[in-house]
């Protein structure tokens, strides 16, 4: 299958996630494009089947991946589509703010009026060495709220890449048995 990965990010991490998503794909004897939201992806048009991913920040998604699905929805709505959420909230230790993510994800696609086939919540990274004086007290607090470490001299990646890989095969597999209305369930 000719399958599209477009993402947005922030800080890097979803571009990381999508690039290990096209890895396991490739592996699987797949043809894999994947592409900035931010830097004119292609169309959905002349693919199988297209994955979207985009970071959390403040509640909201990348507004460039926000315009692409946009601008492409009949398309999306016509094939086997997935959507990733990467965000923090995941990994709290607070039930609520899973609650809470989960709710900015289905709020967004019910908005954007897009149903992909699976949607997933990958949790993302604390880059503190990477942020600047804000961005990293910002982060430190809420850190602190959730439970998480506030040491900021290090990196924390919190990726379970095996579940990545495991909603990619998935995917793959769902999408090339029915290529339309792909019977999946939201994670
Ligand atoms: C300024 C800032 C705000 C963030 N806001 C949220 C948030 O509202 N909810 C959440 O779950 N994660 C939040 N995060 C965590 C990011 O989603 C996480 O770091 C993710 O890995 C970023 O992905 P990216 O590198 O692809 O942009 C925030 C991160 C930063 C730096």
Request: glycine residues 4%; hydrophobic residues 40%; aromatic residues 10%.
């Amino acid at each position: 299958m000719k399958i599209l990965i477009v993402y947005g990010t922030t800080e890097g991490q979803t571009r990381k996630i999508s690039h290990f998503m096209e890895a396991v794909l490739k592996d699987g004897g797949h043809e894999v494009t994947v592409a900035d939201a931010s830097e004119t992806p292609p169309s959905p048009a002349s693919y199988d089947a297209v994955i979207i991913g985009a970071s959390i920040h403040i509640h909201k998604y990348q507004s460039a991946v926000v315009h692409y699905i946009k601008q492409n929805i009949e398309a999306l709505n016509k094939k086997p589509s997935a959507f990733f959420s990467v965000c923090l909230a995941i990994v709290s230790d607070l039930e609520e703010e899973h609650r809470e993510a989960r709710k900015i994800t289905t709020d967004f696609l019910e908005h954007a009026g897009w149903k992909p086939v699976m949607t997933t919540q990958i949790a993302g990274a604390l880059k503190y060495t990477e942020y600047d004086f804000f961005k990293r007290l910002i982060m430190k607090m809420i850190a602190k709220r959730e439970g998480r470490t506030t040491d900021t001299s290090k990196d924390y990646e919190y990726t379970d890449w095996n579940a990545v890989r495991e909603f990619v095969k998935e995917f793959a597999v769902n999408a090339k048995i029915h290529p339309i209305t792909a019977g999946l369930q939201n994670r």
